[in-house]
């Protein structure tokens, strides 16, 4: 039988094959050129560098009252002029799947107030979706709420069953579903960094209680929702944050003077007690350091013990104790008592927020 290679000529008696001749050309220097004007370049990071600087990534952005929309989950629960709703790097405008322009687009979204919506903006690079939750009370329904809280939780004693008394009554107005979910939030919030009022959560589940809130009330212009949002950031340390949202009372005395610290400066103690200014229940960390910084120096040193003793306990969080620490040290310093600041200094000497004035006493004192 034949084989299948017997059929195969292998030319030449299967010796080589002359290649042909291939024409030499001369070394072509190697360039690079832009995509979007054509440019060219001898150097790859020449030509990443121009992109970089000349054709920067143009990504569409949403924003209402100066803060970013989220693309996914962002409920707005109060309403905006179309003058705060604010449309950057985007070509094309789409809402709800209807091209608008974008004077019309920002008109549009001011006005309404119910259901969820989807915003495409698109620019030459990128599209982005925004799919926005609009869940926007009247005036009378804001009102009822505070109205329930005032009559159920101002100058009572906070337990979990009033707040969900407060819940009860507040949602009959049908309306307000944000700021009901934020303002009960805060306070078994309250309940949970305290451990009282009959609470079931668990001392670590304010943090997360804290942030909820502040998320309810993200979008919300209220005075009692600002405060809210004001206290959350000052647990967290986050004193200008804070101060900005409640600019009055005691919150802002305290963050003024954290704040001053922060930034590496003494701060002399009020000349006349502060009365409160506000009638929102607040955890007894809280509590004690708004007072004590709402009291002239002499009655700072009285009540230093006090506070120091706060510090010193196992339940204290770690945000509290440095604040706890930084009054301590600048009410020492400002009384003339040297030894004990350093001693709260060198607590503090490691601390991002306060370390520039703790290193600055313990350099003054070491250098007498």
């Known amino acids: 039988m034949a084989k299948i290679t017997d059929a195969v000529d292998p030319g030449n008696a299967g010796g080589s094959v002359l290649i042909p001749e291939i024409p030499t050309l001369p070394n072509r220097p190697v360039t690079f050129h832009c995509d979007k004007c054509g440019e060219v370049f001898t150097e790859r990071e020449a ?13 569409p952005q949403l924003l209402v009252g100066s803060r970013m929309v989220k693309e996914r989950g962002e409920v707005m629960a109060s309403q905006f002029l179309p003058a705060d709703w604010i ?3 985007a070509e094309r405008i789409v809402i709800d799947q209807q091209d608008v322009s974008s004077q019309e687009a920002c008109r549009r979204l001011s006005k309404i ?7 495409t903006l698109t620019s030459a690079d990128y599209s982005v979706t925004y799919q926005i939750e609009f869940d926007i009370p009247t005036e009378a329904q804001l009102l009822a709420v505070e109205k329930a809280f005032n009559m159920l939780i101002v100058n009572q004693p906070l337990e979990s069953e009033r707040i969900a008394q407060f819940i009860t009554v507040a949602k009959r107005e049908d309306g307000g579903r944000y700021y009901i979910e934020g303002i009960s939030d805060f306070l ?33 212009d209220r005075p ?3 405060l809210i949002k004001a206290l959350v950031n000052f647990n967290d340390n986050a004193f200008s944050e804070a101060e900005i949202l409640a600019p009055g009372g005691q919150v802002a005395i305290t963050c003024r003077i954290l704040n001053g610290l922060r930034s590496g400066k003494h701060c002399p103690p009020l000349e006349t007690r502060t009365a409160s200014g506000h009638n929102l229940p ?15 120096l002499a009655e700072q040193q009285e009540q230093l013990p006090q506070l120091a003793h706060l510090a010193s306990k196992s339940l204290t969080t770690e945000h509290d104790r440095v604040k706890i620490q930084a009054l301590a040290m600048n009410t020492c310093w400002e009384a003339g008592d040297h ?27 070491e250098n007498d």
């Open 47 to 59: 030509r990443r560098q121009h992109v970089f600087d000349h054709h920067p990534f143009k990504r």
């Open 87 to 89: 449309i950057q790097q």
């Open 113 to 119: 107030i119910s259901g969820f919506h989807e915003v």
């Open 188 to 220: 078994y919030g309250v309940l949970a960094k305290d451990q009282r009022g009959g609470t079931s959560l668990n001392r670590d589940d304010y943090t997360a209680k804290f942030h909820a809130a502040r998320e309810a009330l993200h979008f919300m």
């Open 224 to 226: 009692l929702a600002n």
């Open 282 to 296: 607040v955890d007894t960390l809280t509590a004690e350091i708004m007072r004590f910084c709402s009291l002239p």
């Open 339 to 365: 030894e004990p600041a350093v001693s709260w200094a060198r607590m503090l000497r490691h601390s991002p927020l306060f370390e520039t004035l703790a290193n600055r006493i313990i350099e003054d004192v």
